[in-house]
């Protein structure tokens, strides 16, 4: 069915910009996607080779396309955000002004067919792939959570935290980062000397701590510790406590995980390209299932 499917991409920074109306573009924070119809654009030879755009044509395109939008090729493997994105864009009401728009939404609902089979098979329970997400799968229960630091560990897991719309309080010694991520963030932030935990889990994000906060640490219910080479004896913490290196373990286990899933993924999308393709080659004139386009 998409043996015409014409797609440019570019995960460059700043492409040279195509200015062609008969190309539908999809831009997002890390690539740009140019999709037109042979019929509508006949492709030139040199736009083969076209300055900062890899060609995709016919069901090498469709594959492409679906491996984007199901968010194998994120920098976060499996993310779902670029689905959504994806969706908005070709949603039919930004579709009325383009030459194709008919073949563009059936292709849309096509691949979100495919997409909803390859995260259903594949993308599940592969676990968390970054500190932010793990440390978001371990307070996902906690009302009330005090992190420790202001450092880039800050940067890295209090979006996943905010984003889940608990109670985050934010300790650090540097008052002008605990300024930053006040004003970021809409947070309460405190002194280490300002604030006393009650009923908190604790994120460890610092590698040095005042003496009396170590103190607090043994009475928390859940701690949470990004620091390195550091030994606190479990049954002395009233609660649980995560140590680096299980962290660590998690991460490692995740991406082997992540390994196999991908060869498994390639058969898979290698199966899906091909069943489409030889539906077009046993139609009776190869064209019935296209929309007209003239």
């Known amino acids: 069915m998409w043996s015409n499917l014409i797609l440019l991409h570019s995960d460059k920074s700043n492409p040279t910009p195509l200015g062609d109306d008969r190309f539908v573009v999809w831009q997002t924070c890390q690539r740009i996607v140019y999709l037109t119809d042979n019929r509508v654009f006949p492709l030139p030879e040199n736009l083969r080779n076209f300055k900062g755009y890899d060609l995709y044509f016919g069901f090498d395109a469709y594959r492409f396309l679906l ?17 959504a994105q994806f969706r908005d864009r070709f949603h039919e009401k ?69 984003n889940q719309k608990q109670n985050v309080r934010l300790i650090g010694r540097n008052k002008e980062r605990l300024s930053y991520f006040k004003n970021k963030h809409s947070i309460e932030v405190y002194f280490y000397e300002d604030y006393i935990p009650k009923e908190d889990a604790i994120v460890v994000a610092s590698s040095a701590l005042p003496e009396h906060w170590e103190k607090h640490l043994f009475n928390s219910k859940l701690v949470i510790d990004f620091r390195e080479n550091v030994q606190i004896p479990k049954n002395k913490v009233f609660g649980k406590y995560i140590p680096f290196s299980e962290i660590l373990n998690n991460l490692e286990k995740t991406d082997i995980n992540i390994k196999n899933k991908k060869l498994e993924l390639q058969i898979f999308l290698t199966e899906i390209t091909k069943e489409r393709e030889e539906e077009q080659i046993h139609l009776q004139h190869g064209w019935e299932d296209l929309t007209c386009l003239i």
């Open 94 to 162: 930004n579709l009325k002004l383009s030459t194709f728009s008919e073949s563009l939404g059936n292709l849309r609902d096509q691949i979100l067919e495919h997409t909803k089979m390859v995260r259903s098979k594949f993308l599940t329970g592969i676990g968390k792939q970054t500190y932010g997400g793990i440390a978001e799968s371990y307070l996902k229960s906690e009302e009330n959570i005090v992190f420790l630091g202001t450092g880039k560990l800050a940067e890295a897991i209090l979006p996943y935290l905010i």
């Open 67 to 83: 491996e984007v939008v199901s968010g194998l090729r994120s920098k976060l493997f499996g993310e779902s955000e670029i689905q």
